[in-house]
């Protein structure tokens, strides 16, 4: 990663860069799975017309066409590349709701493309795990917990510092503004949404200047985004300023349920911050933001929410709940940090060394043991000097060298040097196995 | 796959096919590995000078560029989506040459994208899994023998029918048009490349019409293509041509090579044809294709070469030798055949029900005791009537649901139905395994 991009913002990973990925990639499928969630791919194109459904980001999109393309293709058929996870995944559970069970719990691993200007953290190709439960007309609001607490399994699993995640619910927030007499909510959001950025004062002078908020609606405001807990004591302080609304409480009462459970099963990881507002305007309950500790400036690594309306065909509808893990921007950072690394670059735990040229069909015939029992392995391609393969090995970080030779009695004989330690033991091809910690390249923590 | 893509040509599977779609993958990566290959990807995106490079094929190309692009961007920062694997994996290894460890063995899982005509086993979107051995300036050629054998054991272990690996040698073939006096060799092996499709004689009619052949050399030359052996008696047949030619000579002795110990390792597997020929223009010494015995009108599922130069920086060359599995192809194939089907369609294995809903806790502390064994299990969101509840697993596939009661003493007692049989028994959290065909949706053959 501290090579340049030949393309910018098209970051691409030498082999050991691309072990941590993998086990990074693998520990949230598995995760998933684990939780009863299925695996689903979209298209990487939509339509621009489905793309630009909902506005705003027309300048991101990379649109995509045949270079020998049709002069004539209706405006309806151009195709653009996706630019997150969620607008294709919507398409595909209207498209096949008949084929699936409802509540439809998926995972989508994928990459998608932005045209931002690149730098750390955001790259124009990334690839994002999504997580996501859809209803049919209707779900239960459990999944709002079970989802924070998915997340906090898997993020709990990978190679990466402490984090916290930070819940919000809409409902609160909008119920809040509304009740000190705030009724442009959307408004007020966006503005408490650029507090990281650009700090209380500037946000306190954009409610007033772009919604007319009066002194004391911009303390209110501000003060509800201050509070924050690791437990349900949030609601006390946000009852402590006397505002009365129906929305409000429905917030409160999802909230602590959130955190309630979250508190228990996940103690410190999960926590109430009642600034986050998340910008995109479908969530209609629960906001899920992440942030890395020390790493803040990087921004949420996992976000997410609840939308009552995901899809809708029209006569149904289809609310979900998911969060989606910034894969990319999560790899780029555990590289750029060394906060993990591969014990080794190579699968190969075994190089079978060549005596002679002859022995080649003999080496592969130990190869062919080995791999029969999981050990990952390769057949040196030339007779060189032992010296030159075990520094072939050496290289690439094989931890063993298995040797052939023949006894007095014309019988092969099999020994294998650990290279690291220098030891050479006599080994059955049929029955040798490498430690465990040796079997395959594992991920473990950089230095600090 | 029997529902029509909404958008022609980018077939996307339900999460059942993509259980079938994700064990092939995870086939090939895991005998890739086991054979000491390195996991790469590489950006979506090329120039589209990169891409061009060979000609004949920008009519298949996607152009890819964002919607708000500067119109000034230069002709050369244009990009495209790529078509292969081949022409990136050349350029990264040109760039990351100096980090990389020659032979440098690596295998590529990722989509590629043609504007072609939609038709089965064709997409416009689809997923390649390439394997190939790159060397800096020279690479033994053992690894062509090597390279047959693993994808050999790759396919071996794929729910797919018998398949035969086909092998033939460019010098073998070019070596003995120049030896009967045909001089464009690589016009005849595009002629001899069609015989699938348009048969011998169109073919020699072409040989004849295009460059000048007589009939005794069209003989020779189609009499050449109609050699097939499992064993290396094919070299005893192209010798009794009496054809003399040096290339023709290292061609048959390394096409021997190749079926000698393919025929010891892979008995049946992998066969000479001297009809292959391979249309692209960069192989120089092995070619292999591949034809599901059954499918041969699919076309074929794995094919590849040794090219004398992948790549080259004008100082150095990396020649290498590689094939390429059509995933795309072969699942779709397996799906619309029913050659394979997944036992169940989610991971999970187990539904812990829910009594009330007071009981959510409990059921997910018995959730977190199974996961914590690699049990894939989910908790029911709603504490609906029992029968409800085993509907809801039925429906999914899910073999057991967990029950938590309280028995007489007020203890939480624990019992597990298999939905199938019935049968239902008491268990402990803490230890109980299903049996280990239930663990996970395996993929076995189907319905003939």
Redesign the interface.
């Known amino acids: 990663m501290a090579?340049k991009a030949?393309?910018s913002g098209?970051?691409?990973?030498?082999?050991q860069e691309?072990?941590v990925e993998?086990h990074v990639l693998d520990v949230l499928r598995h995760t998933f799975?684990?939780?009863?969630?299925?695996?689903?791919?979209?298209?990487?194109?939509e339509?621009?017309d489905q793309l630009l459904q909902k506005g705003e980001i027309?300048?991101?999109?990379?649109?995509?066409?045949?270079?020998?393309?049709d002069p004539d293709t209706k405006k309806a058929e151009k195709?653009?590349?996706h630019f997150d996870l969620t607008v294709p995944f919507a398409?595909?559970v209207v498209?096949?709701a008949g084929?699936?069970?409802f509540?439809f719990?998926?995972y989508q691993i994928q990459?998608s493309?932005r045209?931002e200007r690149p730098q750390e953290g955001r790259a124009r190709?990334f690839t994002q795990a999504d997580i996501d439960v859809v209803g049919e007309e209707s779900l239960?609001f459990?999944?709002d917990v079970?989802l924070a607490?998915i997340v906090v399994d898997a993020l709990t699993r990978l190679p990466i510092p402490e984090f916290k995640l930070r819940v919000n619910n809409r409902k609160l927030s909008e119920g809040f503004y509304r009740g000190i007499g705030l009724s442009d909510t959307a408004g007020v959001l966006r503005s408490i949404d650029k507090l990281d950025k650009i700090g209380p004062d500037a946000v306190g002078q954009l409610l007033k200047d772009e919604l007319g908020a009066t002194d004391e609606q911009v303390r209110a405001a501000l003060n509800l985004a201050s509070i924050t807990a690791e437990d349900t004591s949030f609601a006390e302080k946000v009852r402590a300023f006397g505002v009365e609304d129906e929305l409000l409480d429905q917030g409160l009462a999802e909230l602590t349920e959130v955190i309630e459970?979250a508190s228990?099963?996940a103690p410190g990881k999960v926590i109430a911050d009642l600034s986050i507002a998340r910008g995109l305007d479908y969530y209609t309950g629960t906001v899920y933001e992440t942030v890395l500790v020390g790493h803040e400036q990087l921004g949420s690594i996992c976000s997410g929410g609840r939308y009552e309306s995901l899809a809708s065909t029209g006569k149904k509808t289809y609310p979900g709940v998911g969060l989606s893990i910034g894969v990319t921007r999560l790899v780029s950072r555990i590289l750029s940090q060394d906060l993990a690394r591969p014990t080794r670059?190579?699968?190969?735990a075994v190089l079978v060394a060549l005596t002679n040229d002859e022995a080649?069909?003999a080496a592969?015939d130990v190869a062919e043991h080995l791999?029969s029992r999981?050990?990952?392995?390769?057949?040196s391609?030339?007779a060189a000097k032992f010296g030159k393969q075990i520094k072939y090995a050496d290289?690439?970080g094989i931890p063993f060298v298995w040797f052939l030779g023949t006894d007095d009695a014309g019988n092969t004989t099999h020994e294998v040097k650990d290279i690291r330690s220098g030891e050479q033991v006599a080994v059955d091809p049929s029955t040798w196995n490498p430690p465990e910690k040796d079997l395959h390249p594992r991920v473990v923590a950089g230095e600090d």
Chains 1, 2 share one sequence.
């Open positions: 090579r030949s393309l098209f970051p691409e990973l030498l082999p691309r072990v993998n799975e684990l939780h009863g969630f299925s695996s689903v791919e979209t298209r990487s194109v339509t621009i027309d300048k991101e999109v990379y649109a995509v066409s045949r270079l020998q393309e195709l653009a590349l398409r595909y498209e096949n084929y699936l069970n509540p719990m998926r990459k493309w045209g190709e239960p459990r999944y079970e607490l459970e228990k099963r670059k190579v699968p190969s080649w069909s592969q791999r999981g050990i990952a392995c390769e057949v391609a030339n290289r690439r």
